[in-house]
């Protein structure tokens, strides 16, 4: 006897075919909200996509606490400018809802216009905001970070004679990524050519211990979130049925199922079929016709040594054209972007700055959000660096919260 659900290749409503199953993992009113978000497709493909997005999206509203949306976002690609305390701003997002991260924070004490009382005041600022960014970056997504080495006093000390010393940040952030629940991924480095500072030559003292390295080079780290799901199950990519179950742990934190609808594809040892939230996501043949990426760029970023030669802001009349004291190159958030997101998709930058993430993001088809606290010394920069690319923005303005 054929069951309802081994129905699924003859009828194209998934959300009928399932129904027998959806009873024990909805109420009727989240059910009713899956029927309704759920568009049937006469494409097979598009219509298994259209149910798991749908199914996936009551899901996000059954297991997260959701948070009220204060920070209302018009559904176009304008690039969203929102001012304020960075912190506060993302408490006002709901959970899991930014596709990628792209960023580079604040160097601790590097600029005037924020300066911390000592190391360990800075690193809990960070960590409070990259455990907010856990909670809105979705589930098997990616967050791009781009940190260096600074050389400071850490103020850790009672003696104040002491000097400066090389704080190796990295270090300490790929730490606080992981106690955030992140997973460390890579570290790629970016050579940024000929050293720019004279010190440490030492000329005069041609002897041991004079003489040291001096940084040429920052970090693009690369971290995974992998949130488990204990709970929960997905629809199969290949026949949109319910019926799967447990099948491993690929990494920690992502699960992946196995299909026991007996109509869905089989290999020769008569399994069926296995996949994750993540495989959903990355063979979702929308996404891979329009997330591809060119030849030449992925030999760029192939090794994980790449040359890209700073931002030149200073002009030869020692004005900084761009306005802001660290912009980074648009080629970071390039990578990133084309390496970690699909089109339309939300990328979120924290700490904007010259806007150079939510710029790229525009470009590559995606929408792009920054936050920027200094709304006092940025504001113009901003604006002619989003206006002088071609790019639209529209501003969310929290800073006096």
């Known amino acids: 006897m054929t069951t309802n659900i081994e129905k699924i290749e003859k009828v194209n409503n998934l959300y009928e075919c399932n129904k027998l199953l959806l009873k024990d993992i909805f109420t009727p009113e989240e059910s009713k909200i899956l029927e309704d978000e759920y568009k049937i497709s006469t494409n ?7 149910f798991i997005y749908a199914y996936r999206k ?3 509203l059954k297991f997260n606490i959701p948070i009220v949306d204060k920070i209302y976002l018009n559904n176009n690609n304008n690039i969203k400018i929102i001012w304020g ?3 506060k701003n993302l408490k006002k997002m709901d959970s899991e809802c930014i596709s990628l991260v792209v960023t580079s924070p604040p160097y601790y004490n590097a600029r005037d216009y924020s300066i911390w009382k000592n190391l360990k005041e800075y690193l809990i600022d960070m960590e409070l905001i990259i455990k907010e960014i856990y909670r809105v970056l979705d589930n098997h997504r990616v967050f791009v970070f781009n940190i260096s080495d600074v050389v400071g006093n850490d103020g850790m000390n009672k003696i104040n004679a002491f000097n400066t010393r090389k704080i190796p940040l990295p270090a300490y952030f790929i730490k606080i990524f992981e106690d955030c629940g992140f997973t460390y991924v890579d570290d790629i480095i970016w ?3 000929e050293v720019q500072t004279s010190r440490h030559k030492n000329k005069s003292k041609p002897w041991p211990f004079y003489q040291y390295c001096c940084n040429c080079y920052e970090h693009i780290l690369i971290f995974h979130k992998h949130r488990l799901e204990k709970d929960i199950k997905y629809p199969c990519s290949e026949c949109g ?6 099948n491993s742990y690929t990494y920690k934190g992502l699960r992946s199922w196995e299909c026991k609808n007996t109509n869905c594809i089989k290999t020769k040892s008569n399994r069926g ?14 996404n891979r016709s329009n997330g591809i990426i060119p030849e030449d760029f992925v030999s760029k970023w192939r090794r994980d040594i790449v040359n890209i030669s700073p931002v030149i802001k200073i002009n030869n009349k020692k004005e900084n054209k761009l306005g802001h004291t660290a912009p980074f190159p648009i080629e970071i958030p390039d990578m990133a972007i084309q390496f970690y997101s699909y089109k339309n998709e939300l990328v ?5 700055g010259s806007f150079t993430t939510a710029i790229s993001a525009f470009k590559l088809g995606r929408i792009g959000i920054g936050c920027e606290l200094r709304k006092d010394m940025f504001e113009t920069c901003i604006k002619n660096n989003i206006t002088s690319n071609n790019c639209p923005y529209e501003e969310i303005d929290y800073s006096s919260d």
């Open 241 to 246: 049925s319910l019926l799967v179950r447990s």
């Open 348 to 352: 979120l930058d924290p700490f904007a």
């Open 85 to 87: 305390d960075c912190l």
């Open 58 to 60: 009551v899901i996000k």
């Open 44 to 50: 097979k493909i598009e219509n298994i996509y259209n």
């Open 273 to 286: 079929k296995r996949f994750s939230l993540k495989t959903i996501i990355t063979n979702d043949p929308i």
């Open 191 to 193: 050579d940024k050519g």
